[in-house]
């Protein structure tokens, strides 16, 4: 995140920008770049963060699993197993 952050802030300072001009397809070349960069990086904002919660969401689907398993088999779930994947909420 810190890094689209940086990269939003480098491609949309002015020195960069005087670098833009001219017109493309009858378009002003400054509010192509203006659209294309915008779009970019809410691109990118949206693939960090839904890979982040997909991460948190296995996990949490895999503890809730095992949990479940446990209590059916009356076993508890090997250490190995339960260390594997954050818990979430308390400890039953």
Known sequence: MF?????GLVLLNPPILDLVGGTLFGWPALYLYFFI????LIAGV??????KSARHDVGTL???????????TRRRVPLACARSFPRSGPRQ
């Open 3 to 7: 890094g689209l952050f940086v990269a």
């Open 37 to 40: 960069i915008w779009a970019l």
């Open 46 to 51: 949206a693939l960090i963060s839904d890979h």
């Open 62 to 72: 895999l503890s809730k699993t095992s949990a479940m398993l446990a209590q059916k």
